[in-house]
Nanobody, 111 residues
Framework: HVQLVESGGGSVQTGGSLRLSCAPSGLSVSDFSMAWFRQSPGKEREGVACINTSSGTTHYSDSVKGRFTISRDNAKNTLYLQMNSLKTEDTALYYC?????RGQGTQVTVS
C-alpha cells in the first residue's frame, strides 16, 4: 500500500522560497517517476514538475520553469520541490503523485 506524505508548505511573501518534501512509504523514489501537482480553488489541476526514474530527467510547466526545482534524495527516500521567487499565483495545494497515488497535499500561500 503506497502512502505519500507531503510537508513544507506555509505562508510566504512574494519573492520568497519554500521547499516541499514528499516522503513515500511502500515505494522507493529511486524506482519510479514521480511528479508534483498543484490545485487552487477555481482552477484546474496543474502538473508543475516531474522527474523520470531511470534518467533523472526533469520537466516543468512553463509557469514554474526557472523558479522551481524537483529533486530526490534516494538515501532519505524523499522527493523535493524547491520553490524560489514565489508569486501570488503559486498559491495552491501542492501534492506529490506516483501513478494513481497521491498525497493529501501541503498548502502554499503567497501574499
Amino acid at each position: 500500500h503506497v502512502q505519500l506524505v507531503e510537508s513544507g508548505g506555509g505562508s510566504v511573501q512574494t519573492g520568497g522560497s519554500l521547499r516541499l518534501s514528499c516522503a513515500p512509504s511502500g515505494l522507493s523514489v529511486s524506482d519510479f517517476s514521480m511528479a508534483w501537482f498543484r490545485q487552487s480553488p477555481g482552477k484546474e489541476r496543474e502538473g508543475v514538475a516531474c522527474i523520470n526514474t531511470s534518467s533523472g530527467t526533469t520537466h516543468y510547466s512553463d509557469s514554474v520553469k526557472g523558479r522551481f526545482t524537483i529533486s530526490r534524495d534516494n538515501a532519505k527516500n524523499t522527493l523535493y520541490l524547491q520553490m524560489n521567487s514565489l508569486k501570488t499565483e503559486d498559491t495552491a495545494l501542492y501534492y506529490c503523485v506516483k501513478g494513481s497515488s497521491r498525497g493529501q497535499g501541503t498548502q502554499v500561500t503567497v501574499s
